[in-house]
Each structure stands twice: as structure tokens, then as C-alpha cells.
């Protein structure tokens, strides 16, 4: 199973938060980087959280920096509002682009930046909450809900012919003593497209068992475990 | 008498959105000189010796296309035909070949004898660390894509004895590379692999990468 290091980004500093809250500093990027190397990381997802909030791109020397170090695949996510965000990102060699609150201005990106690029380039993240049986989609890292109900967005990533869905719990953010929730795994069975699922995962423990309950899933974002491990180090 | 082989140079296509930051990264990370080919006439630098890498990402249909518009597709193909080193990544290595499902009515550089097809997998695209079967290296290598040769595929391909095969799926053979011959390149991403990647592509790039023997 894939494992996806995610990096949380708030302008120019690593950051960590619970339930998409109370985001802190945690250390550089580079350092970071450098530690999800040590780890055996070999796929990586930048995220600047508040990219959307502040109508900005994420920072693209960063972004360099970690594609220039890696030599892996690094999928960005945040702030990406046009197909010239994305073209930006591609020429510094980005694998993958992931969309979410362009998505809610424009329901139709996904789909302008796979006619360019292809399918493998291109993501929608769902960051949801369940509350009652029922599953809500965010945007604008959690203070926003999206118009579209959860499953007019599964439906829109796959007319749109995107190469990947990341599922994040955002209750399970930054909670890896949690063990995941994976219930709304129903409404992807069919859907034919990788699903990346985070929110509290710990690869050791939950990736086998997500597989056994999941067989579609292609693989697991995690943060907060690694991070752990960085903080104990420190 | 024949003087020592000198190397030739490495020419990388640039379409404009195929992958060309990452191959040039990796090149640069190994020190390896290399030039930019962008139009027709960019080509008019390639000797025999040197080595046209076609990096790529995106679909069959729209890098032929590419190709087509920059007046690419015949230089290129007659370059290989004639006994010019090209090494395809990606939707490169695709283009080698004859044609693609994935895009029925683009033909291909026909370099390589094979078609591609929608991969039966249950999800695509296939992406991911995967070893490759036959390969003396034990370490994985990125892919990403939805088309692939299927195995044993056709006689020409099932008689070529230096292709590299990988198993996304159980009792799935799929062609990763083709390696030792004039024109080959593979299906995962080298230069997205690691070091093990890095290495790789050092070594295929290398192996091609001779001037023919000058006389004294």
C-alpha cells in the first residue's frame, strides 16, 4: 500500500493542527523533509492550509526545494485555483495537483486541468465530517462546506476523469491515537479511481487492516505520525 | 586504427507540459551535460552517438499531437529508424510504439512493434512502487499509467529478449522497458524512482550515450 507523506504548510513553515484547528509550528521544511527520507517516504503531499483562506498560491520555492531534494513524486495541494496555478506547479516537476476549494468556484477545474495534463495529474481532496449518518464535504481547509452533497463530488471527480481522491477525516486530524472510521468507504466502492484515505492513520497499524476492509484503496496519507517521531527526535 | 569512443551528446523533448523539470533534475543531479529540443529544427544538432530522451506525461493522443504540431513526428521517427538512440519515459516510451487504445486514431512512432491497452485492473490508474520481475535490481520504480502492453503480447515482442516486465496485479504481466537496443525506455518514472531510479536511468543513458568510432 502507498503511504503519502504529507507536509502541512503555512506559508514558509511546517505546521500541525488537530481537526484542521489550532495549527502550530512545527520545525522547517527541510528538516522535516529530510525526516520523512529517514522514514522511507517515497511520495509526497505539500499542503499550504491556508493558501485558499488567503487567496494565494503556495509558496513555489518550497515547493522546488522539496522536488529538488526528493527525487520522488510530490503532489501539491492548496491554493490552486486555474490551470495556470497547476502549470506553474507541473514545470517545477510536480507529480500531482490536488483541487479542492477551486472546486467551489469552479466545478469544472478538475476536469480543465486533466484535458491539459492527463488524469495521473490531477487530485480532488474531500475533507469531510459525519455527524448524525451523514457525511459532509469541506473546503477552504475545514471552515467552509462545499454546496455539492458529498456524492455529487465522488460523481464529479469521476466525469472529470481525475487520476486520485484523497479522503481526509478531518475529526481524526491530527488524533493518530485514533483508529480510522472508514464507513464512508461505501460511497467509493465502484468508483474505479485510486483512493488515498488520511486522517490519523498509522501505516503500522491501519494500512493492512484498511486494505482487507477496503481492497480499492490505493493508499494512506499520514502527517501527524510521522511528525510525531520528528518531535521526538528534536 | 580507431580512437576511443567519446561520449555524445543527450537531447531532451520539451513539449511544453511533458515532464521536462523532473528529467532535467535528475539529469543535473547526475551530471549529465544535456541540450533541449523544442522544434523541428532543434533536431538538426543530433549526430549518431547521441541519445533523444522523450520524457511524458499525459495521454498518447495529446503527445502525438504535440508531436505533430512542432513538425516533430518524422525527424524523430527517421532519426530512430536510422539507427539514432531514443529512450522513452512515460507516455514517451508509449510513443514508441505503434498506437495506443487509449487513443485510437493517433498513430504511433512505430519504432517498437506493440499496441497498448486499458490495463483490467480495477482501478486506474495503476500508481505506485512496484519491482520489476526479470531486473537483476531488487528495488521498486514509480509508475503511474492506465495503458499498457499486456504479456505475452505479440510474437515480435514476445522474441525481443531485453524487455522488462511488472505485475501490478496478481497473474497480470505488463511491459515496464524496453532496454539494450537502439530505441527503448520505459514505462515507470526513473527519475521519480529515488536513487535506484537515478542510478537507472544513469546506466541506460550511459550504455547508449557512445559517438561512433572516429579513424585516424
Known amino acids: 500500500m502507498r503511504v503519502i507523506g504529507k507536509i502541512e504548510l503555512k506559508t514558509d513553515l511546517v505546521v500541525k493542527g488537530r481537526r484542521f484547528e489550532g495549527v502550530r509550528p512545527v520545525g522547517s521544511f527541510e528538516d522535516v523533509l529530510e525526516h520523512y527520507l529517514n522514514c522511507g517516504v517515497r511520495e509526497f503531499l505539500f499542503q499550504d492550509v491556508v493558501a485558499s483562506l488567503y487567496d494565494r498560491a503556495i509558496s513555489l520555492q518550497l515547493v522546488k526545494v522539496g522536488v529538488c531534494r526528493s527525487f520522488y513524486p510530490v503532489g501539491v495541494g492548496g491554493g490552486i485555483r486555474t490551470v495556470s496555478d497547476a502549470a506553474r506547479l507541473f514545470d517545477l516537476g510536480v507529480e500531482r495537483v490536488y483541487v479542492n476549494s477551486g472546486l467551489a468556484a469552479n466545478s469544472q477545474l478538475a476536469r480543465e486541468i486533466v484535458n491539459i495534463y492527463g488524469s495521473q495529474a490531477v487530485g480532488v481532496a474531500i475533507d469531510y465530517l459525519e455527524a448524525q449518518g451523514k457525511i459532509k464535504a469541506y473546503y477552504n481547509h475545514g471552515r467552509d462546506a462545499h454546496e455539492m452533497k458529498i456524492d455529487q463530488l465522488i460523481d464529479l471527480c469521476v466525469s472529470s476523469r481525475v487520476g486520485e481522491i484523497l479522503i481526509t477525516n478531518i475529526a481524526h486530524d491530527g488524533h493518530p491515537e485514533k483508529l480510522p472510521c472508514p464507513s464512508i468507504f461505501k460511497l467509493f466502492s465502484s468508483v474505479g479511481i485510486p483512493i488515498i484515505f488520511g486522517g490519523g492513520i498509522v501505516p503500522e497499524r491501519d494500512g493492512a487492516p484498511l486494505k482487507n476492509r477496503f481492497p480499492d484503496i490505493s493508499g494512506v496519507a499520514v502527517c501527524s505520525h510521522f511528525l510525531q517521531s520528528f518531535n521526538d527526535e528534536a | ?216
Open chain 2, 1 to 216: 586504427m580507431m580512437r576511443p569512443k567519446a561520449k555524445g551528446m543527450i537531447f531532451v523533448l520539451d513539449l511544453g507540459n511533458c515532464n521536462l523539470g523532473s528529467v532535467a533534475r535528475a539529469l543535473e543531479k547526475l551530471s549529465l551535460k544535456y541540450a533541449v529540443v523544442r522544434h523541428r529544427g532543434d533536431l538538426n544538432a543530433l549526430s549518431p552517438g547521441d541519445v533523444l530522451v522523450l520524457p511524458g506525461v499525459g495521454s498518447f493522443g495529446a503527445f502525438m499531437e504535440r508531436l505533430e504540431d512542432r513538425d516533430l513526428v518524422s525527424p524523430i521517427r527517421n532519426f530512430g529508424a536510422f539507427g539514432g538512440k531514443v529512450f522513452g519515459i512515460c507516455v514517451g516510451f508509449q510513443s514508441l510504439f505503434e498506437g495506443s487504445a487509449e487513443s485510437p486514431h493517433a498513430d504511433g512512432l512505430a519504432l517498437l512493434k506493440g499496441r497498448f491497452e486499458r490495463m483490467p485492473l480495477p482501478v486506474l490508474p495503476s500508481v505506485g512502487f512496484f519491482p520489476i520481475k526479470n531486473h537483476d535490481v531488487a528495488e521498486c520504480f514509480y509508475f503511474t499509467h492506465s495503458y499498457g502492453i499486456l504479456l505475452p503480447a505479440s510474437d515480435a515482442l514476445e522474441q525481443m529478449d531485453n524487455k522488462l516486465i511488472y505485475c501490478p496485479k496478481e497473474n497480470i504481466d505488463v511491459l515496464a522497458g524496453v532496454t539494450d537496443g537502439q530505441v527503448g525506455g520505459v514505462q515507470f518514472h526513473p527519475e521519480k524512482s529515488g536513487l535506484q531510479g537515478l542510478s537507472f536511468l544513469n546506466h541506460e543513458l550511459n550504455k547508449r550515450n557512445r559517438k561512433a568510432p572516429e579513424k585516424d
